[in-house]
T-cell receptor, first 112, second 115 residues
């Protein structure tokens, strides 16, 4: 079945460091891909998405490119801030379009 | 205005009790969902409803019964609560079922603790 694999956390960085969180997926067809972010004590917010191969999603300085050949959707940011500290989830929509399939989440902690 | 709201935010109860969590969306969406987030932050779909009709039930125990009185509401009733039901439950909605880039909007979550 469909699945998403994310790098294990936690990831600890200093402010202004470069961030990469790896995400790979297994799915039938070409599902839409998403990154959601969960700040402490809050619900999930959509960070960015991509709907087809070679699409690049971007938002708030974060980027991810849909790579069909490597079945990957890695999240990157050039310079992280303390306010980026959160849990990041990679997800895909299942083939029927009825549910999101999530990775296990990666906790990011940024210190000043 | 809150797009997807849930009540209560926190719920502490004893084993064996019956409880409900309410969810409302004011986005005019057709599809609503319940997800469970366990203590390790892992999120898994429980139910999906489209226009008040159940479209997915992911091997959730019969003690969990979703109810959709109209397409803006999807409530979750849990009978005979067990320790393993302790988790954060998230409601979500989307404009439709399926389709490229169909974004889901999440509520703030309900933290259920069963003692």
């Amino acid at each position: 079945g469909d699945s998403v694999t994310q790098m294990e956390g936690p990831v600890t960085l200093s402010e202004e460091a470069f961030l990469t969180i790896n995400c790979t997926y297994t799915a039938t067809g070409y599902p839409s891909l998403f990154w959601y972010v969960q700040y402490p004590g809050e619900g999930l917010q959509l960070l960015l998405k991509a709907t087809k191969a070679d699409d690049k999603g971007s938002n708030k300085g974060f980027e991810a490119t849909y790579r069909k050949e490597t079945t990957s959707f890695h999240l990157e940011k050039g310079s992280v801030q303390v306010s980026d500290s959160a849990v990041y989830f990679c997800a895909l929509i299942n083939q029927a379009g009825t549910a999101l399939i999530f990775g296990k989440g990666t906790t990011l902690s940024v210190s000043s | 205005d809150t797009a997807v709201s849930q009540t209560p935010k926190y719920l502490v109860t004893q084993m064996g009790n019956d409880k409900s969590i309410k969810c409302e969306q004011n986005l005019g969406h057709d599809t609503m969902y319940w997800y469970k987030q366990d203590s390790k932050k892992f999120l898994k779909i429980m139910f999906s409803y489209n226009n008040k009709e159940l479209i997915i039930n992911e091997t959730v125990p019969n003690r969990f019964s979703p109810k959709s009185p109209d397409k803006a509401h999807l409530n979750l009733h849990i009978n005979s609560l067990e320790l393993g039901d302790s988790a954060v439950y998230f409601c979500a909605s989307s404009q439709r079922t399926g389709g490229a880039g169909n974004e889901q909007f999440f509520g703030p979550g309900t933290r259920l603790t069963v003692l």
